[in-house]
């Protein structure tokens, strides 16, 4: 594991992409031992997992949420997440201020964004992108921040399909950049890219990689 580890890590540093490490379904002693070679940044996609996890590895880990958040969960990781990947209604987005607010800090958000051809994932369209932004400019939101935008392409070995899904959700990064952010240093994270299509995830842009079964092996 450690000199995948390494290669993976070193290539993502010269190329300024951070890397999430994907530990879900991973025992927690696995990830100290990732930890201990000095990885900070953990990703993963259920909030019962996360909460164990966090409540017995050390406090200075990253941890992303990168999975499908319900409302009613928010409460749980609140006080200490890092960075939520998976925003994809209004809805969550309040409720998320809401808890940060509890918590006496500011959540930093990416947008979900829908661009595979597969019903089984989340995520908004444009339309509903662009929608969620007029919404909120006004609104009342200042314990959450928008740092960008997260996307999952199709799993296919067709990579032309890849690439354009990622290129597209390049696209709206910036446009939404452009139009609701133009001065804002934090809107600048494009979460795109896992172990089978990083390499094509930052060849178009991204700046930030989830990969987990390249770094631990397969999941069961
Ligand atoms: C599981 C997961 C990953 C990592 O997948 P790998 O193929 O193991 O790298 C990335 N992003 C999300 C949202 C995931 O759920």
Redesign the pocket.
């Known amino acids: 594991m450690n000199d995948t580890y390494q290669t993976i890590s070193n290539y993502l540093y010269q190329h300024n992409v951070t890397l999430v490490a ?1 530990s ?1 379904t991973k025992p927690a002693q696995t990830i100290l031992e990732l930890y201990n070679t000095g990885q900070k940044d953990f ?1 993963e ?1 259920r909030v019962q997992e996360l909460k164990e996890k966090y409540e017995i590895l050390p406090k200075d880990i990253r941890w992303h949420l ?2 499908h958040l319900q409302k009613n969960k928010v409460k749980y990781i609140a006080p200490w997440i890092y960075l939520i ?2 925003v994809d209604s209004t809805e969550l987005l309040m409720e998320i201020n809401k808890q940060a607010e509890k918590s006496n800090r500011i959540i930093p958000c990416l947008l979900q964004i829908y661009i595979a051809k597969e019903e089984t994932k989340f995520g908004l369209d444009e339309t509903e992108l662009f929608k969620l932004l007029d919404d909120n400019t006004n609104e009342n939101l200042g314990n959450i921040r928008i740092d960008g935008l ?1 996307g ?1 392409a199709t799993n296919t070995e067709n990579e032309e399909t890849v690439r354009n899904e990622f290129r597209y959700l390049k696209s709206l990064f910036d446009i939404t950049k452009s139009k609701y952010f133009p001065n804002a240093d934090h809107f600048k994270h494009l979460s795109m890219g ?3 299509d ?1 390499k094509i995830g930052m060849e178009e842009g991204s700046t930030m990689v ?5 770094l ?1 092996g397969e ?1 069961n």
């Not at 989830?210 to 390249?214: D, T, Y």
Request: no cysteine; hydrophobic share 40%; aromatic share 10%.
């Open positions: 994907v879900k990703g996609n990168i999975g990947h998976s997260m999952m896992m172990s089978s990083y989830r990969i987990g079964s390249l631990f999941r």
